[in-house]
T-cell receptor
């Protein structure tokens, strides 16, 4: 499904460098999310956003920064990458329901970005 | 914040055998969602359960929501190699300023032909 795209799909970087992972969706969904996936930990929420200029921390936000100036974009920045941030990162989006997040919102995921920090 | 325990972490079955994964919460859930991730792929939504005791079927997949809305299960009858992947349950979390979705750690299913 080309409605939500992530770039780059693969990235190798070095410790201490800044890395930005991009996420773009074409549905005008209100909600967007960043998850990281590691063996033994499943999908852990890093940051999420309910709308443009509204972001909030998830379970594992340390070392990450997000912004959402436009509804369709939700970039994730690692300001100073560490080896522990080697992971597969998934962006997801969901349309809002009346009254905001109801838990009934269904997530559509991007293809993922595999990041290796050396 | 909300947490959900999912078991088992891994399950290896012979093709044709049945498979079940369970999700358990210490608190009452408003609803629960199930996703499937194929190897090398991304999670894809399967189904949502909302009502106490609800049972939904999708071909060989049967999803149940407990009477107390604290647990859920996904049962696959007569597994096929196409069922290979990781199955996640997901529940709503209102721990932040806005709601979000928290995932269980997943059950990775492998099927031997």
């Amino acid at each position: 499904d080309a409605g939500i795209t992530q770039s780059p799909r693969y990235k190798i970087t070095e410790t201490g460098r800044q890395v930005t992972l991009m996420c773009h969706q074409t549905w005008s969904h209100s909600y967007m999310f960043w998850y990281r996936q590691d063996l033994g930990h499943g999908l852990r929420l890093i940051y999420y956003s309910a709308a443009a200029d509204i972001t909030d921390k998830g379970e594992v936000p340390d070392g990450y920064v997000v912004s959402r100036s436009k509804t369709e974009n939700f970039p994730l920045t690692l300001e100073s990458a560490t080896r522990s941030q080697t992971s597969v990162y998934f962006c997801a989006s969901s349309e809002s329901s009346t009254g905001g997040w109801s838990g009934a919102n269904v997530l559509t995921f991007g293809a993922g970005s595999r990041l290796t920090v050396l | 914040g909300q947490q959900v325990m999912q078991i088992p972490q891994y399950q290896h079955v012979q093709e044709g055998e049945d498979f079940t994964t369970y999700c358990n919460s210490s608190t009452t859930l408003s609803n629960i969602q199930w996703y499937k991730q194929r190897p090398g792929g991304h999670p894809v939504f399967l189904i949502q359960l909302v009502k106490s005791g609800e049972v939904k079927k999708q071909k060989r997949l049967t999803f149940q929501f407990g009477e107390a809305k604290k647990n859920s299960s996904l049962h696959i009858t007569a597994t096929q190699t196409t069922d290979v992947g990781t199955y996640f349950c997901a529940v709503v979390n209102y721990g932040g300023s806005q709601g979000n979705l928290i995932f269980g750690k997943g059950t990775k299913l492998s099927v031997k032909p």
